[in-house]
């Protein structure tokens, strides 16, 4: 349910746009790994992905979701995983998320585990990753696939006024929007290293999509 109304709001809400490296393949099982700039960057790449690939990931969320009416209870029964972050429940999603692995479902979770504090619409490079993704990829052997998306802050950022302002003017404005899919990844089993490539390939990803839509920081990161 999730991913076929967001591939009919985003399009309503701004100009999608979507590229992927030459040969790159998501695979039944794959982890997809994105990096996190707004509210409204999973709606981006839910659409990106079943426009462009047909695939409906399982959604590794935070667990307020869940109390959302009706949203609550699809989400589950979907299959999507809620995230309690700083609980002691925490870890218990990345079980659920080995469960649906396992089965050949695809995963997608945010590895920075928040949107930057930051109140402009710019973008933003990714943060530096908690070490989740690579326990699950070790636990699981599952390739990563890194996605990189660009142009959600210009529907949704800054404080809920602004939020709420961005999201009703933006079937006006019509932004830009980018998602670049990348070349899958066999993580090492080394946490650390794992997640430093990781970091680097989303980077990549998000690079490109940034760039794409002519994004000032596309251009400076890295060097």
Avoid: C
């Avoid at 997809?32 to 690939?53: F, G, K, M, Q, Y």
């Avoid at 590895?111 to 690579?134: H, K, Q, S, V, Y």
């Avoid at 999201?167 to 980018?178: E, S, W």
């Amino acid at each position: 349910m999730l991913s076929r109304i967001a591939a009919h709001v985003v399009p309503f809400l701004g100009r999608l746009t979507v590229t992927s490296d030459p040969g790159a393949r998501v695979e039944p099982g794959s982890i997809l790994v994105v990096n996190h700039t707004s509210l409204a960057d999973p709606a981006l790449v839910l659409a990106a992905l079943r426009r462009r690939l047909a695939v409906e990931p399982v959604l590794l969320a935070t667990s307020g979701l869940w109390r959302v009416p009706v949203l609550g209870r699809a989400l589950t029964r979907e299959g999507h995983v809620p995230v309690h972050r700083h609980t002691a429940r925490a870890a218990a999603a990345l079980d659920q998320a080995a469960v649906a692995l396992a089965s050949g479902r695809h995963v997608m979770l945010y590895a920075e585990g928040r949107i930057p504090p930051r109140r402009d619409a710019a973008e933003n490079p990714p943060e530096m990753f908690r070490t989740g993704l690579a326990r699950l990829a070790r636990a699981t052997g599952a390739p990563v696939v890194p996605i990189g998306q660009a142009g959600a802050r210009r529907i949704t950022s800054g404080g809920r006024a602004k939020q709420l302002a961005g999201v009703l003017t933006a079937p006006v404005r019509r932004p830009g929007l980018h998602v670049h899919i990348g070349t899958p990844l066999l993580l090492p089993d080394d946490v650390a290293a794992a997640t430093v490539l990781a970091h680097g390939a989303v980077t990549e990803a998000w690079r490109t999509a940034a760039g794409a839509l002519g994004e000032p920081a596309a251009l400076t990161v890295g060097g």
